[in-house]
Protein backbone atom coordinates (compact mmCIF):
# COMPACT_ATOMS: atom_id res chain seq x y z
CA UNK A 1 0.00 0.00 0.00
CA UNK A 2 2.80 2.34 1.24
CA UNK A 3 4.83 1.74 -1.99
CA UNK A 4 2.04 2.51 -4.08
CA UNK A 5 1.22 5.92 -2.68
CA UNK A 6 4.76 7.02 -3.34
CA UNK A 7 4.27 5.86 -7.02
CA UNK A 8 3.47 9.37 -8.22
CA UNK A 9 5.52 11.61 -5.75
CA UNK A 10 8.50 12.24 -8.60
CA UNK A 11 5.85 13.14 -10.42
CA UNK A 12 4.11 15.60 -7.99
CA UNK A 13 7.50 17.07 -7.44
CA UNK A 14 8.55 17.16 -10.98
CA UNK A 15 5.39 19.11 -11.58
CA UNK A 16 5.59 21.19 -8.67
CA UNK A 17 9.44 22.18 -9.64
CA UNK A 18 8.92 22.97 -13.17
CA UNK A 19 5.69 24.49 -13.06
CA UNK A 20 7.73 27.47 -10.78
CA UNK A 21 10.86 27.31 -12.79
CA UNK A 22 8.65 27.78 -16.18
CA UNK A 23 6.87 30.34 -14.42
CA UNK A 24 10.24 32.23 -13.19
CA UNK A 25 12.05 31.40 -16.56
CA UNK A 26 8.96 33.20 -18.29
CA UNK A 27 8.92 36.04 -16.02
CA UNK A 28 12.91 36.53 -16.37
CA UNK A 29 12.44 36.26 -19.71
CA UNK A 30 9.54 39.16 -20.08
CA UNK A 31 10.60 41.61 -17.69
CA UNK A 32 14.68 40.82 -19.86
CA UNK A 33 12.21 41.96 -22.86
CA UNK A 34 10.65 44.83 -21.34
CA UNK A 35 14.22 46.26 -20.08
CA UNK A 36 15.56 45.77 -23.63
CA UNK A 37 12.85 47.71 -25.19
CA UNK A 38 13.37 50.59 -21.70
CA UNK A 39 17.21 50.68 -22.66
CA UNK A 40 16.42 51.06 -26.46
CA UNK A 41 14.03 53.66 -25.81
CA UNK A 42 16.49 55.40 -23.32
CA UNK A 43 19.35 55.49 -26.16
CA UNK A 44 17.74 56.17 -29.51
CA UNK A 45 15.91 59.06 -27.74
CA UNK A 46 19.04 60.55 -26.23
CA UNK A 47 21.36 60.39 -29.51
CA UNK A 48 18.27 62.05 -31.00
CA UNK A 49 17.90 64.85 -28.58
CA UNK A 50 21.69 64.97 -28.29
CA UNK A 51 21.64 65.88 -32.17
CA UNK A 52 18.82 68.01 -31.58
CA UNK A 53 20.49 70.16 -28.94
CA UNK A 54 23.90 70.79 -30.57
CA UNK A 55 21.75 71.76 -34.08
CA UNK A 56 23.10 74.56 -35.88
CA UNK A 57 22.05 75.55 -39.28
CA UNK A 58 24.36 73.27 -42.08
CA UNK A 59 21.70 72.44 -44.40
CA UNK A 60 20.02 70.06 -42.57
CA UNK A 61 16.99 70.40 -40.29
CA UNK A 62 16.96 69.84 -36.75
CA UNK A 63 14.52 67.62 -36.88
CA UNK A 64 16.28 65.76 -39.72
CA UNK A 65 19.78 65.53 -37.85
CA UNK A 66 17.72 64.00 -34.84
CA UNK A 67 15.79 61.63 -36.82
CA UNK A 68 18.74 60.78 -38.35
CA UNK A 69 20.77 59.79 -35.20
CA UNK A 70 17.10 58.21 -33.50
CA UNK A 71 17.96 55.63 -36.20
CA UNK A 72 15.13 52.64 -36.72
CA UNK A 73 15.39 51.08 -33.05
CA UNK A 74 14.02 47.60 -33.20
CA UNK A 75 12.04 46.60 -30.23
CA UNK A 76 11.21 43.04 -28.87
CA UNK A 77 8.17 43.44 -26.93
CA UNK A 78 6.99 46.93 -27.62
CA UNK A 79 3.98 47.85 -29.54
CA UNK A 80 2.65 51.02 -30.93
CA UNK A 81 6.10 52.79 -30.81
CA UNK A 82 5.96 56.66 -31.31
CA UNK A 83 8.57 59.16 -31.11
CA UNK A 84 8.01 62.95 -31.36
CA UNK A 85 10.63 65.71 -30.37
CA UNK A 86 8.98 69.14 -29.56
CA UNK A 87 10.58 72.68 -30.45
CA UNK A 88 12.87 70.47 -33.06
CA UNK A 89 11.86 72.24 -36.37
CA UNK A 90 11.58 70.80 -40.01
CA UNK A 91 12.79 74.06 -41.67
CA UNK A 92 16.74 74.05 -42.62
CA UNK A 93 16.82 77.44 -41.82
CA UNK A 94 15.19 77.45 -37.98
CA UNK A 95 18.20 77.20 -35.99
CA UNK A 96 16.32 77.55 -32.83
CA UNK A 97 16.14 79.28 -29.52
CA UNK A 98 19.76 78.97 -27.42
CA UNK A 99 18.65 77.96 -24.13
CA UNK A 100 14.85 76.52 -24.96
CA UNK A 101 13.80 73.21 -24.27
CA UNK A 102 13.84 70.31 -26.71
CA UNK A 103 11.83 67.30 -25.50
CA UNK A 104 12.37 63.48 -26.97
CA UNK A 105 9.40 60.92 -25.97
CA UNK A 106 8.84 57.41 -26.89
CA UNK A 107 5.76 56.15 -26.33
CA UNK A 108 4.76 52.39 -26.80
CA UNK A 109 2.79 49.32 -24.64
CA UNK A 110 4.70 46.76 -23.05
CA UNK A 111 2.98 43.24 -23.03
CA UNK A 112 4.29 40.40 -21.56
CA UNK A 113 3.66 36.77 -22.01
CA UNK A 114 2.94 35.94 -18.55
CA UNK A 115 -0.87 36.35 -17.50
CA UNK A 116 0.53 36.99 -13.77
CA UNK A 117 2.33 40.75 -14.70
CA UNK A 118 -1.70 41.99 -16.25
CA UNK A 119 -3.56 41.96 -13.09
CA UNK A 120 -0.64 42.40 -10.44
CA UNK A 121 1.82 44.74 -12.40
CA UNK A 122 -1.24 46.88 -14.72
CA UNK A 123 0.29 45.42 -17.71
CA UNK A 124 -0.32 45.92 -20.75
CA UNK A 125 1.45 48.98 -19.64
CA UNK A 126 1.97 52.26 -21.83
CA UNK A 127 5.34 53.73 -21.30
CA UNK A 128 6.85 57.16 -22.02
CA UNK A 129 10.56 57.57 -21.77
CA UNK A 130 11.13 61.35 -21.64
CA UNK A 131 14.67 63.06 -22.43
CA UNK A 132 14.94 67.21 -22.25
CA UNK A 133 17.48 69.23 -23.29
CA UNK A 134 18.66 72.59 -24.14
CA UNK A 135 19.43 74.19 -27.20
CA UNK A 136 23.60 74.80 -26.45
CA UNK A 137 24.78 76.90 -29.50
CA UNK B 1 15.36 5.72 6.27
CA UNK B 2 12.05 6.46 4.54
CA UNK B 3 10.68 8.58 7.50
CA UNK B 4 13.90 11.09 7.48
CA UNK B 5 13.52 11.20 3.33
CA UNK B 6 10.17 12.25 3.93
CA UNK B 7 10.66 16.28 4.02
CA UNK B 8 13.53 15.81 1.69
CA UNK B 9 11.91 17.52 -1.93
CA UNK B 10 10.14 20.09 0.48
CA UNK B 11 13.67 21.44 1.74
CA UNK B 12 14.97 21.44 -1.61
CA UNK B 13 12.28 22.91 -3.03
CA UNK B 14 12.88 25.86 -0.64
CA UNK B 15 16.05 26.45 -1.26
CA UNK B 16 15.56 26.01 -4.92
CA UNK B 17 12.75 29.05 -4.50
CA UNK B 18 14.96 31.01 -2.69
CA UNK B 19 17.80 30.75 -5.40
CA UNK B 20 15.02 31.38 -8.25
CA UNK B 21 13.71 35.01 -6.08
CA UNK B 22 17.49 35.72 -5.73
CA UNK B 23 18.32 35.39 -9.35
CA UNK B 24 15.46 36.70 -10.25
CA UNK B 25 15.97 39.82 -8.24
CA UNK B 26 19.11 40.17 -9.67
CA UNK B 27 17.76 39.76 -13.41
CA UNK B 28 15.39 42.84 -12.54
CA UNK B 29 17.26 44.94 -10.36
CA UNK B 30 20.39 44.44 -12.26
CA UNK B 31 18.49 45.31 -15.32
CA UNK B 32 16.72 48.35 -13.37
CA UNK B 33 20.04 49.33 -12.60
CA UNK B 34 21.46 49.63 -15.89
CA UNK B 35 18.66 51.10 -16.97
CA UNK B 36 19.06 54.03 -14.74
CA UNK B 37 22.93 54.42 -15.27
CA UNK B 38 21.54 55.02 -18.93
CA UNK B 39 19.52 57.16 -18.22
CA UNK B 40 22.13 59.09 -15.63
CA UNK B 41 24.74 58.84 -18.84
CA UNK B 42 22.38 60.71 -20.98
CA UNK B 43 21.60 63.22 -18.74
CA UNK B 44 24.52 64.13 -17.75
CA UNK B 45 26.04 64.13 -21.27
CA UNK B 46 23.45 66.62 -22.30
CA UNK B 47 24.11 68.05 -19.00
CA UNK B 48 27.72 68.72 -19.72
CA UNK B 49 27.22 69.88 -23.52
CA UNK B 50 24.58 72.60 -21.83
CA UNK B 51 26.88 74.13 -19.42
CA UNK B 52 30.21 74.08 -20.97
CA UNK B 53 28.74 76.11 -24.26
CA UNK B 54 26.96 78.09 -21.39
CA UNK B 55 30.47 78.65 -20.27
CA UNK B 56 31.75 79.77 -23.60
CA UNK B 57 29.29 82.20 -23.93
CA UNK B 58 30.27 83.39 -20.10
CA UNK B 59 26.81 82.38 -18.52
CA UNK B 60 26.12 80.54 -15.47
CA UNK B 61 27.72 77.02 -16.28
CA UNK B 62 26.40 75.41 -12.90
CA UNK B 63 22.89 76.77 -13.34
CA UNK B 64 22.51 75.08 -16.92
CA UNK B 65 23.88 71.93 -15.58
CA UNK B 66 21.61 72.00 -12.38
CA UNK B 67 18.47 73.04 -15.11
CA UNK B 68 19.28 70.14 -17.44
CA UNK B 69 19.53 67.41 -14.86
CA UNK B 70 16.27 68.97 -13.10
CA UNK B 71 14.81 68.35 -16.05
CA UNK B 72 15.57 64.89 -16.44
CA UNK B 73 14.43 63.85 -13.33
CA UNK B 74 17.68 63.27 -11.54
CA UNK B 75 17.69 63.43 -7.78
CA UNK B 76 18.58 66.55 -6.51
CA UNK B 77 21.22 65.00 -4.04
CA UNK B 78 22.44 63.48 -7.26
CA UNK B 79 24.56 66.74 -8.19
CA UNK B 80 24.37 68.83 -5.00
CA UNK B 81 26.52 69.69 -3.21
CA UNK B 82 29.96 69.20 -5.41
CA UNK B 83 32.27 66.15 -3.71
CA UNK B 84 35.50 65.70 -5.14
CA UNK B 85 37.29 67.22 -7.83
CA UNK B 86 39.47 66.79 -11.07
CA UNK B 87 39.37 62.94 -12.22
CA UNK B 88 37.76 62.50 -8.82
CA UNK B 89 34.72 64.19 -9.04
CA UNK B 90 31.84 62.45 -7.66
CA UNK B 91 29.12 64.73 -7.89
CA UNK B 92 28.74 68.27 -8.89
CA UNK B 93 30.38 70.40 -11.82
CA UNK B 94 34.23 71.57 -11.44
CA UNK B 95 35.86 73.94 -13.72
CA UNK B 96 39.33 73.67 -15.20
CA UNK B 97 41.34 75.42 -17.14
CA UNK B 98 39.87 74.78 -21.06
CA UNK B 99 36.97 72.07 -19.47
CA UNK B 100 34.90 71.27 -16.93
CA UNK B 101 33.74 68.04 -15.26
CA UNK B 102 30.35 67.26 -14.55
CA UNK B 103 29.14 64.01 -12.48
CA UNK B 104 26.07 62.49 -10.77
CA UNK B 105 25.38 59.84 -8.36
CA UNK B 106 22.62 58.91 -6.08
CA UNK B 107 21.22 55.74 -4.43
CA UNK B 108 18.12 53.90 -5.82
CA UNK B 109 15.90 51.86 -4.29
CA UNK B 110 15.90 48.09 -5.10
CA UNK B 111 12.79 45.98 -5.74
CA UNK B 112 13.68 42.28 -5.25
CA UNK B 113 16.82 42.86 -3.74
CA UNK B 114 15.25 44.29 -1.01
CA UNK B 115 13.86 41.34 0.14
CA UNK B 116 17.62 39.61 0.73
CA UNK B 117 18.35 42.95 2.84
CA UNK B 118 19.64 44.69 -0.63
CA UNK B 119 17.98 47.92 -0.19
CA UNK B 120 19.86 50.14 -2.42
CA UNK B 121 21.86 50.63 -5.36
CA UNK B 122 24.36 53.35 -6.53
CA UNK B 123 23.68 54.97 -9.98
CA UNK B 124 26.36 57.20 -11.29
CA UNK B 125 27.83 58.69 -14.37
CA UNK B 126 29.98 61.55 -15.74
CA UNK B 127 30.85 63.85 -18.36
CA UNK B 128 33.79 65.76 -19.52
CA UNK B 129 33.23 68.64 -21.92
CA UNK B 130 35.79 71.01 -23.15
CA UNK B 131 34.91 75.17 -22.99
CA UNK B 132 36.72 76.72 -25.57
CA UNK B 133 35.96 76.47 -29.40
CA UNK B 134 37.72 77.56 -32.54
CA UNK B 135 36.03 80.15 -34.44
CA UNK B 136 34.54 79.96 -37.81
CA UNK B 137 35.37 83.39 -39.37
CA UNK B 138 33.86 84.87 -42.27
CA UNK B 139 37.22 84.83 -43.86
CA UNK B 140 36.99 82.80 -47.22
CA UNK B 141 40.53 81.67 -48.86
CA UNK B 142 41.11 80.74 -52.81
CA UNK B 143 42.18 77.06 -53.13
CA UNK B 144 45.30 77.79 -54.71
CA UNK B 145 46.87 79.89 -51.70
CA UNK B 146 45.30 77.44 -49.27
CA UNK B 147 47.37 74.26 -51.43
CA UNK B 148 50.72 76.69 -51.57
CA UNK B 149 50.50 77.52 -47.66
CA UNK B 150 49.52 74.03 -46.71
CA UNK B 151 51.97 72.21 -49.07
CA UNK B 152 54.93 74.35 -48.84
CA UNK B 153 54.32 75.69 -45.04
CA UNK B 154 54.59 79.25 -46.10
CA UNK B 155 52.26 81.52 -44.82
CA UNK B 156 49.60 83.27 -47.23
CA UNK B 157 47.50 86.52 -47.21
CA UNK B 158 44.24 85.76 -46.04
CA UNK B 159 42.48 89.34 -45.22
CA UNK B 160 42.67 92.54 -46.56
CA UNK B 161 45.22 93.81 -48.95
CA UNK B 162 46.81 90.78 -50.73
CA UNK B 163 43.81 88.50 -50.17
CA UNK B 164 42.66 89.29 -53.50
CA UNK B 165 45.45 88.28 -55.73
CA UNK B 166 44.83 86.04 -58.25
CA UNK B 167 41.97 85.73 -58.46
CA UNK B 168 40.08 85.15 -61.46
CA UNK B 169 37.25 88.13 -61.45
CA UNK B 170 35.72 90.15 -59.14
CA UNK B 171 36.41 93.49 -58.16
CA UNK B 172 36.41 94.49 -54.44
CA UNK B 173 37.09 90.77 -53.03
CA UNK B 174 38.89 91.72 -49.93
CA UNK B 175 38.84 88.04 -48.49
CA UNK B 176 35.71 88.09 -46.06
CA UNK B 177 32.35 86.77 -47.00
CA UNK B 178 28.95 87.30 -45.51
CA UNK B 179 28.66 83.38 -43.44
CA UNK B 180 24.91 84.13 -42.36
CA UNK B 181 23.08 85.07 -45.68
CA UNK B 182 23.27 82.49 -48.74
CA UNK B 183 22.68 83.43 -51.97
CA UNK B 184 19.95 80.88 -53.16
CA UNK B 185 17.07 81.07 -55.76
CA UNK B 186 14.05 82.04 -53.52
CA UNK B 187 12.91 81.94 -50.21
CA UNK B 188 11.58 78.22 -50.89
CA UNK B 189 13.99 77.23 -52.87
CA UNK B 190 17.28 76.89 -51.14
CA UNK B 191 19.07 75.85 -54.28
CA UNK B 192 22.29 77.91 -54.37
CA UNK B 193 22.38 80.39 -57.46
CA UNK B 194 25.85 82.62 -58.64
CA UNK B 195 23.29 85.63 -59.87
CA UNK B 196 22.35 85.51 -55.83
CA UNK B 197 18.26 86.83 -56.48
CA UNK B 198 17.60 85.82 -52.82
CA UNK B 199 19.11 86.59 -49.80
CA UNK B 200 18.41 83.80 -47.18
CA UNK B 201 19.61 85.57 -43.78
CA UNK B 202 20.21 83.43 -40.55
CA UNK B 203 21.20 85.22 -36.97
CA UNK B 204 21.99 87.19 -36.88
CA UNK B 205 20.38 88.59 -39.57
CA UNK B 206 16.43 88.91 -39.20
CA UNK B 207 15.69 89.96 -42.66
CA UNK B 208 16.32 89.69 -46.14
CA UNK B 209 16.95 91.97 -47.74
CA UNK B 210 19.25 92.84 -45.01
CA UNK B 211 19.65 96.60 -44.09
CA UNK B 212 23.31 97.67 -45.07
CA UNK B 213 23.95 98.87 -40.92
CA UNK B 214 22.37 95.31 -39.90
CA UNK B 215 25.04 93.36 -42.10
CA UNK B 216 28.19 95.68 -40.74
CA UNK B 217 26.89 94.88 -37.04
CA UNK B 218 26.44 91.41 -38.05
CA UNK B 219 29.86 90.70 -39.43
CA UNK B 220 31.22 92.92 -36.40
CA UNK B 221 29.74 90.30 -34.42
CA UNK B 222 30.56 87.33 -36.55
CA UNK B 223 34.22 87.86 -35.84
CA UNK B 224 33.37 88.75 -32.13
CA UNK B 225 31.15 86.55 -30.87
CA UNK B 226 31.73 83.11 -32.28
CA UNK B 227 27.92 83.93 -33.50
CA UNK B 228 29.36 82.73 -36.87
CA UNK B 229 29.74 79.26 -35.69
CA UNK B 230 26.03 78.45 -35.71
CA UNK B 231 25.92 79.05 -39.41
CA UNK B 232 27.82 76.24 -41.55
CA UNK B 233 27.30 76.55 -44.97
CA UNK B 234 27.68 73.22 -46.71
CA UNK B 235 29.71 72.73 -50.15
CA UNK B 236 28.19 74.39 -52.76
CA UNK B 237 26.92 77.58 -51.05
CA UNK B 238 27.40 80.66 -52.54
CA UNK B 239 28.19 83.33 -49.87
CA UNK B 240 28.31 87.04 -50.92
CA UNK B 241 31.58 88.90 -50.68
CA UNK B 242 31.77 91.77 -47.81
CA UNK B 243 32.13 94.94 -49.69
CA UNK B 244 31.84 98.59 -48.94
CA UNK B 245 34.63 98.62 -46.49
CA UNK B 246 38.42 99.14 -46.46
CA UNK B 247 41.32 96.89 -46.37
CA UNK B 248 42.23 98.32 -42.92
CA UNK B 249 38.75 98.53 -41.37
CA UNK B 250 38.59 94.56 -42.10
CA UNK B 251 41.56 94.21 -40.63
CA UNK B 252 40.66 96.03 -37.44
CA UNK B 253 37.52 94.43 -36.67
CA UNK B 254 39.46 91.30 -36.97
CA UNK B 255 42.13 92.22 -34.88
CA UNK B 256 39.82 93.51 -32.23
CA UNK B 257 37.97 90.50 -32.26
CA UNK B 258 41.02 88.75 -30.84
CA UNK B 259 42.43 87.52 -34.46
CA UNK B 260 46.01 88.01 -33.44
CA UNK B 261 49.39 86.19 -34.17
CA UNK B 262 49.24 82.63 -32.82
CA UNK B 263 45.27 82.19 -32.45
CA UNK B 264 43.95 79.69 -34.76
CA UNK B 265 41.06 80.43 -36.91
CA UNK B 266 38.45 78.03 -39.41
CA UNK B 267 38.10 79.85 -42.67
CA UNK B 268 36.06 78.99 -45.78
CA UNK B 269 38.20 77.56 -49.05
CA UNK B 270 36.53 78.95 -52.31
CA UNK B 271 37.87 77.74 -55.98
CA UNK B 272 39.08 80.95 -56.58
CA UNK B 273 36.36 82.76 -58.43
CA UNK B 274 34.35 85.48 -57.50
CA UNK B 275 31.43 85.99 -59.51
CA UNK B 276 29.64 88.98 -60.38
CA UNK B 277 25.83 88.68 -61.09
CA UNK B 278 24.29 89.85 -64.27
CA UNK B 279 23.25 93.41 -63.40
CA UNK B 280 20.00 92.57 -63.51
CA UNK B 281 19.99 90.48 -60.41
CA UNK B 282 21.82 93.00 -58.13
CA UNK B 283 25.57 93.43 -56.48
CA UNK B 284 26.36 90.69 -54.80
CA UNK B 285 29.40 89.29 -56.02
CA UNK B 286 29.62 85.64 -54.41
CA UNK B 287 32.24 82.74 -53.80
CA UNK B 288 31.17 78.57 -53.55
CA UNK B 289 32.09 77.26 -50.45
CA UNK B 290 34.62 74.23 -51.36
CA UNK B 291 35.64 73.44 -47.69
CA UNK B 292 36.95 74.35 -44.19
CA UNK B 293 40.77 74.38 -42.88
CA UNK B 294 42.21 75.46 -40.04
CA UNK B 295 44.51 78.29 -39.97
CA UNK B 296 46.97 79.84 -37.89
CA UNK B 297 47.37 84.29 -37.29
CA UNK B 298 51.11 84.28 -38.44
CA UNK B 299 51.57 88.23 -38.87
CA UNK B 300 49.12 91.28 -38.67
CA UNK B 301 49.52 94.77 -40.78
CA UNK B 302 47.37 97.80 -40.62
CA UNK B 303 46.15 96.79 -44.34
CA UNK B 304 46.72 92.17 -44.31
CA UNK B 305 46.77 89.56 -41.91
CA UNK B 306 48.90 86.46 -43.20
CA UNK B 307 48.17 83.22 -42.06
CA UNK B 308 49.49 79.35 -42.58
CA UNK B 309 47.15 76.26 -43.28
CA UNK B 310 47.65 74.03 -40.77
CA UNK B 311 45.02 71.02 -41.81
CA UNK B 312 43.87 69.88 -45.39
CA UNK B 313 40.44 71.09 -46.54
CA UNK B 314 37.46 69.35 -45.03
CA UNK B 315 34.03 69.30 -46.19
CA UNK B 316 32.29 68.14 -43.46
CA UNK B 317 33.82 70.33 -40.38
CA UNK B 318 33.26 67.72 -37.91
CA UNK B 319 35.92 66.09 -39.75
CA UNK B 320 38.18 68.59 -37.97
CA UNK B 321 38.27 67.14 -34.89
CA UNK B 322 40.03 63.95 -36.08
CA UNK B 323 42.42 66.46 -38.14
CA UNK B 324 44.11 68.49 -35.26
CA UNK B 325 41.15 67.48 -32.21
CA UNK B 326 39.76 71.18 -32.89
CA UNK B 327 36.17 71.31 -32.07
CA UNK B 328 34.25 74.49 -33.26
CA UNK B 329 32.35 74.64 -29.98
CA UNK B 330 32.15 72.80 -26.92
CA UNK B 331 31.46 68.99 -26.91
CA UNK B 332 32.20 66.19 -25.09
CA UNK B 333 35.48 64.91 -24.26
CA UNK B 334 37.42 62.12 -22.93
CA UNK B 335 36.79 61.83 -19.48
CA UNK B 336 40.90 60.95 -18.74
CA UNK B 337 42.12 63.25 -21.83
CA UNK B 338 45.52 64.84 -20.75
CA UNK B 339 46.38 66.61 -24.06
CA UNK B 340 44.85 68.65 -26.48
CA UNK B 341 42.47 70.87 -24.28
Redesign the interface.
Known sequence: M?KDRKKG?GLV?FA??AG??MF?VV??VS??MV?LD??MS??S??SA??AA??H????NSCYTEAMTALGNPTFVLAENATFTITNCSAN??D?GT?GS?ITATWTFVVNPPLPFFYNANGFPMTIHK?????Y?? | MIKRQKGQSLVLYMLLLVGLIALMGLAIDGGMLVYLILHARGAVSNACVYAANASFQSENAQAAFYQSLAANNIPVEGYQPTSGSGPSLVRGITSEATSIRTAIRYEAPTYFLNVIGIRNMTVSAHARCSTTGTRITPIAVKYSSWEKSYNQGIAVDILGQGAQSDIESGNNYRGAVYPFMWCVNSAGDMTPNENCPYQQTFPPLTSSPPSAQSIKNAIETCWSGFVCNRVLAPVGTRLPSVAGTSDSQLVKSAKDAGLVVGVKFIAMIYNGTVIKPDPGYGNWENVAVTGYALFEVTNVTTNTITAKAITPIVTDIEDLFYLNKTLFYPNEIPWNATTGW
Not at chain 1, 56 to 59: R, S
Not at chain 1, 130 to 134: D, G, I, M, R, S
Open positions: KQELVLMMGMVGLLHDVANIHQIVIDGPNLRAHYTAFSR
